[in-house]
């Protein structure tokens, strides 16, 4: 846990709950991060210290909740969550409360997106350390909704290699890793969706803690989330047209299996016939219409060059029906 | 049947209609429980007593009503829908009527969603006891919206565990499972969602049978119900998914069994008319164009070798164009 | 046609339109009942008794209406469709206009929904006798709206069985039953979907005709349309996932074919082919390489041996694979 | 060109344009109507007389615009499209200027849908004489939206007659017929939802040119709109269902005659192998193992019958399986 | 860089950034057009003389903004996306402050489609020259969107050409071609629709800086767009049709290929058969019971006419079903 004021700073790694009371009412600006859910006598201390909403205080808890903004009389619960890449497009609770001079914040796991914010704090740089809680808020958002780009990058490299891929050469895996896409969309998106209208409710809802001034900032965030969601519904569009690629190409190469096999039978089995034929053992002495092309002198090349022409006629009309590689533009 | 009053409490299975009048108006808070709608002359009796109009009766009757808010004068009623795991993601109506001093519950069979209530206000834990009808009639519905998550629970590893089995092997019995889940989800969202909107009725609209502070808890069951409706819609993706992933393998599979038989095909055909050919009957003697291998010394072995040549070069041709077992990443 | 008032009932077939005349004014109500709008003079003489609008007087005739409320300055125009089952889900129209002393009702052919108000009238039972000209609409729409359920019912049995039947058997002739099916859907759900919003209408805008406490039932009239529209939507998805069924069913049993054809083809042509090989004519004498098994003492059943030994293979081959049979699980 | 007024009429076809100004101010109704927009000139100085803001002129002659109602100062610019069904599915332009003493029209080409307001006019029937500049718009906006009901029902008509050909017998060229459906419909829900939109302005927005009576009429023009997208929604959903019923029955086709490949393959080639097996060429003088049937007595009719008894084994195992024709039911 | 004003026109190709400010003030219209983002110091600079929000600022330099519209207190800051055809359906952003005397855009890279404007400018026609700022600004969007229909209309020439080869010969390369489509009308879609939004903020929201008479033309912009948008749902219909008539093509030429297959194998399998069964090598001397044919003075013509006759039959029988050419219009 870290406490922090402007003009000056401190830094605290705070041990017992109560030390908070003492900051609060002496500096402007108070934060107060728990990373990490775990100790629940903290978390329950810490309500009745900010004196929170039993509620909101299971909401905290229970990490499923959809990001979501709700106003109390002395506070404003913001919940967002967190994209993380490394556990499968997963998404994490991050729980803000803001209040007159102290922001709450509690994170599921001790993560470093809020590293860069501690730095700017103390160094003193940028608007932080003068505004008020509400632009620091708008900075632990912010440093969030960041977290979803590189998320976001990776994710279409992945689905423009996969397309490449499926093109080239449909195979049954990619059925898997297409369904496992769209798996880690609907996740992005169940966290997303519900952010960006939060984000909405933020800049646009007349919320007395946050100034007008930190509305321009806001809105930035809400801009980032549609950006984020045209991301995630354009590539939900190429995820779902890739299935419909994949079942072309599959019904494509089915269609060229099946040209070959019926091309190879539809010239070997007449050929086959013309050998059975000439194989019937027909007693050519009993009369001179049985068989006789068995005794005539050029009759064993005579029935080759038959088998010949056959096969040829056959692999010619193939040819003009385009089945047989000869018109290469159709193969692309 | 249960009575009950704050304060003091006190607990009746009611035989007779007539005695619910003594309670009224003597206590601040009433509730009355029907379980089971069996005997009809209970709710009318009850509907006079409580000045019920005789629309709503008829809907507490009529158990396929869809979840719904609808004011009247002096009570408002409140339709909602549980969930019943066991037989197979039906949903049960329960109607309460929230008057001044009053609640009136019909369930359509007696079930224990209710008794952690009636546990409550027996020991006086939490608000219940203290606050008015408003906080109970709360606590009736986050009861029963609680009872959904365990059914999606359920029916979420059933879609998962469902997924890995289409995927691994594909079969015709997953047609029918697939087509079952959607019938349940349909049953599930024609529960849910109009008793989303029920809720948003609830906590936004000014009904002034609800006091201010209980809509931070109607608010919370509304929040409950957009969280099942998000984990609904997101099975509904999935669920629909699955058809396509099934038809994708089958296809799949169907293309991997034509390039067996394909290969298989055109590799014998040949095989079988070099066969034929050199069991025609041709008189050997007649010309010695006529099939002079088969006098040949080494005919036979030459005939074998032919065979296997041709074999070997289609074989080749087959594991080139990556239709045979070779290229292992192909197959992933 | 028939006329009614309250208090005093009168009833009477009118032959001469003028007579309706004298009965406007004189009673509290008066409903006429036009069945059949086959004599076009009737129409266009009631049509100047009741003052009303030529283009509402085209629209009674114009028997293609959407469901809709118009109002005039003194009336107002309700279209209503109702649903006939006996001839295909095909759907009819009813005009009603709503005076302040007067209900004036056009049916397409004389039907039977309307005999239950009549008698509810002659015997003075419920509102309806009490009630304005308000009440007697609702009753109308209502008797109309009523109508919806049973075809429903029987349409929901339909989709039912035909569900059972596709995934035991699938045939061609179900790809009609379903498109039948969606036919009827969509002509129910093009009388339903504007029936609702007039209801909607009925219900919520301020019609000065229209008292507040016939709101309660109209408002109920509403609710049925809602959950109709709920059924229709319901049965819209499982009839467009039946396609789906369908066509998942089909690929599934070519696929099956497939695996018999290729199966026993796979099996079979190696047999073959060693058949051809014993039937080649070389001449055992010309050399002890061609052929030696031919004069084998157990040459034949060497032959048949090895065929066994081939075919047993294959057949373990694909019992492994999974191809034959054997893993019952996987037919379901 | 022609020009007409009320109470008298004077129809004239306009050479020069200035002629124009002479009937403005004097008669109550000028209507000109420019079938035609190849003289640019003659609309550049329409458009001085009149007025006419400069982009409005534009998209006059810019015959791509979506129908619109655009109020302007002293006029109000109406953008209508007809359907033209000889042309295949194409929609023409039609703008409308309505001031307070005049209408001007401009029509892509002569054509002869505006005929009927002129004999009217001329002859002094109905309502389009006596009422204002209003009513004749609504008159020409009528008759262009009658103009889309017999090219529906004709579309319709084509639909129904589709269907029935593809689940009789399902071809190639259904797909390009489908397709060019589809193209069709495109075009005229193009053109038909702005104009629905266009229509609700014109009835709902408060536009000073048009008086409150006229409502009544707009309205009814909006009604028919409302119906005419009805009737393409459900063409659509029926001719995008058209394409599935299509894809099914090719499916279902492949799979028959995938049925009657397998059952045929799969009853001759046992045979043919057993024809084979009894073509090889043992030494039956070498053993008496050595193919003994070949000199039993009876060995080609016991051969023959061996033939015979596969054949008719497998026949009845497809005949259970019902592959083969027999259970009448599953051909419907 | 280029400066100008209205009146007298200066031009200049501004080297220093503080040169500007000079002009600032002194003249009614000052243009300041930054082709290519590589020089950061010039904007950072332009932004503290302008009063630029730094939030702006970066979303100028950030080229992959969604096209909207933002107010500030002393300027307007809009973002419009232009299409780039050369470059495969890419779209560039383009940023336009529009202030009380300024107006200040940004270009991603050096473009021509300002170059009229300037000329424009330089000669004095139209509006441009006399009017404020707020036109320019209009000017400079319409520009932009001008720019999309030849893109589009090029798109539209693409689509069809690539429809009418599918129908005549499906092949695996248009499943790419299909789907880089897709991606082109994504790209164009994600650009399009929020301009759309923009410009309809733009004209109906009341922004101080843009003058009422200028809302007409950004009314025309906005019908563009509408129009663009038309155009591009249109495409997108047509382009995921294509994707199904693909599929049914292909699954039509799978089905005509088995037929071949099949009727080709099942009309010589039996003949096949015979040649077998005569090719058996049965003693015709142990009974006359073995083969009597085969010593038939008739017995090769009688075999080959029975083969013949087999064949004929067949082949009537596949004629009759439809399989076989003959039913010209199953062809189409």
């Known amino acids: ?198 984000m909405a409710t933020l800049y646009r809802d007349p919320i007395p803690l946050i100034d007008n001034e930190e509305r321009v900032y806001l809105r930035d965030c809400y801009d980032h989330m549609v950006q984020i969601i045209d991301l995630l519904e354009n590539y939900r569009d190429v995820t779902s047209g890739l299935m419909e690629v994949y079942l072309s190409s599959i019904s494509n190469r089915t269609n060229e299996i099946m040209k070959v096999l019926t091309s190879i039978t539809v010239v070997l089995l007449p050929l086959t016939l013309i050998a059975g034929i000439y194989g019937m053992n027909f007693d050519t002495g009993a009369s001179p219409w049985n068989m006789p092309e068995l005794t005539w002198r050029a009759g064993y090349p005579f029935a080759l060059g038959l088998m010949a022409l056959v096969a040829l006629i056959l692999i010619l009309y193939f040819r003009i029906k385009g089945w047989w590689g000869s018109p290469p533009k159709m193969k692309g």
């Open 1 to 198: 846990m870290v406490a922090y004021d402007p003009q000056r700073v401190v830094e605290k790694d705070i041990e017992d709950v109560q030390m908070v009371r003492s900051f609060l009412g002496q500096w402007p600006v108070t934060w107060i991060n728990v990373s990490g859910l775990g100790d629940l006598s903290v978390i329950t201390k810490l309500g009745e210290i900010f004196n929170i909403h039993r509620l909101a205080l299971e909401d905290v808890i229970n990490v499923h909740q959809r990001p979501k903004v709700e106003q109390y009389k002395d506070y404003c619960y913001i919940v967002v969550r967190a994209v993380l890449e490394k556990e499968g497009y997963a998404s994490e609770q991050v729980s803000i409360f803001l209040g007159k001079n102290f922001v709450l914040s509690f994170q599921e796991q001790a993560r470093t997106y809020f590293d860069p914010i501690i730095v700017r704090i103390r160094e003193g740089k940028g608007r932080t350390r003068t505004a008020g809680p509400d632009h620091l808020t708008y900075a632990l958002i912010d440093a969030i909704i960041d977290g979803y780009f590189p998320v976001l990058e990776r994710f279409g490299e992945l689905v423009e290699s996969l397309e490449d891929s499926i093109i080239a050469q449909p195979g049954a895996q990619f059925i898997e890793q297409i369904h496992d896409m769209r798996h880690g969309l609907l996740t992005l998106r169940r966290a997303a969706w519900p952010l960006r209208e939060a």
